[in-house]
């Protein structure tokens, strides 16, 4: 009777303990995640701290972006020639056109309604760390800007960010910019005076691959 209660024992134990070893942790996404899923190490890449710049950039904190707005290329069938950037507003994109009906594609940031620009213009010209004028129609709205009338000094604080590029229509300045910022919440609203903003990162690499005078687009609808 003892046998037969020491091998009753010992089975349950045996069976108890192979089915403790079957209940394995559930594996978790190595590195940094966006709702759970792990963010590719090409992106962790690509959105980088850059510290070789004039004011160093920090990395972005890709845990707080939608992956829909990362910057990649895509298929993009265009009746725009190649080379020509469009922005389209109510999917907060920015393509570039490139060939074989492909595009770079950047997750921006747009204007607040009432502020939106919409039409057919040119990239005039662009600079590295610009320094920034606030329009008089924002300084009298914002009186606080008084200050910066002259302009504010190039920064990563700047509202300009890393780059800028300037956006003319019929040989006049539209005062609309695309341009970088920090406030990387941003992307993918409806938040800025009317200019079109990209991550850092983002601005540095479409200021990298367009020259002046590129043909820019900007779609309401």
Known sequence: MLNRRLF???????????????????????????????ISPEYLQMYRAMPEERFPIPAVDLTKI????????????????????????PNRYLYLTME????????????RAGFAWGGRARIQYKKEWPTWTPPAEMIARQPELEEFRNGMP???????G???????????DTLYRLHGTSEYWSIGKAVSSGCVRLLHQDIIDLYNR????????????
């Not at 074989?100 to 204007?111: D, E, H, L, S, T």
């Not at 190039?154 to 300009?160: I, K, Q, R, S």
């Open 8 to 38: 009753i024992a010992s089975a349950a134990a045996a069976f108890a303990s192979g089915c403790a070893s079957t209940r394995q942790p559930l594996p978790q996404p190595a590195g940094p995640t966006y709702n759970g899923q792990r």
């Open 154 to 160: 190039p920064a990563l604080d700047n509202p300009l």
């Open 66 to 89: 939608d992956p829909a707005y990362y910057r990649r290329l895509v298929d993009y069938p265009s009746s725009e020639p190649t080379g020509t950037i469009i922005v389209d507003t």
């Open 162 to 172: 890393a780059r800028a590029l300037y956006i003319f229509e019929g040989g006049r």
């Open 210 to 221: 367009v020259p002046d005078h590129t043909p820019i687009t900007v779609r309401q609808a």
């Open 100 to 111: 074989n009906g492909k595009a770079m594609r950047y997750g921006v940031g747009i204007g």
